[in-house]
């Protein structure tokens, strides 16, 4: 059974910079896309960031031009670079798999900007 591990969460000024990892364990035959998603409190979960097989990234707006999706195969990991850092990204930040026939989900790393 696949699992994601996911690190690299804590607590940063604002301004500061964190990068999450997102490593799968157990046998995965094929990755499709990779994501990263946050939710805050109070809100519903929204993708950041999306890579595809072929490199293709897509980011939200709001994180445009700060955050960087990449991916390692070899490692079947997929990272999350976050620069310029806002209070308004304090979130569970999850990433998430698309394997052949279903999602696979990290279980969520806590990221706290403070002002």
Same mark, same amino acid.
């Given at each position: 059974q696949v699992q994601l591990v996911e690190s690299g969460g804590g607590l940063v000024q604002a301004g500061g910079s964190l990068r999450l990892s997102c490593a799968a364990s157990g046998s995965i035959f094929s990755i499709n896309g990779? !994501?990263?998603?946050?939710?805050?409190? !109070?809100?519903?979960?929204?993708?950041?960031?999306y890579i595809t097989s072929g490199g293709t990234t897509t980011y939200a707006d709001s994180v445009k031009g700060r955050f960087t999706i990449s991916r390692d195969n070899a490692k079947?990991?997929?990272?999350?670079?976050m620069s310029g850092l806002k209070p308004e990204d304090t979130a569970v930040y999850y990433c998430r798999f698309n394997v052949p026939g279903t999602f696979v989900w990290g279980q969520g790393t806590q990221v706290t900007v403070s002002s």
């Open positions: 990779m !994501g990263w998603f946050r939710q805050a409190p !109070g809100k519903q979960r929204e993708l950041v960031a079947s990991t997929v990272y999350l670079q």
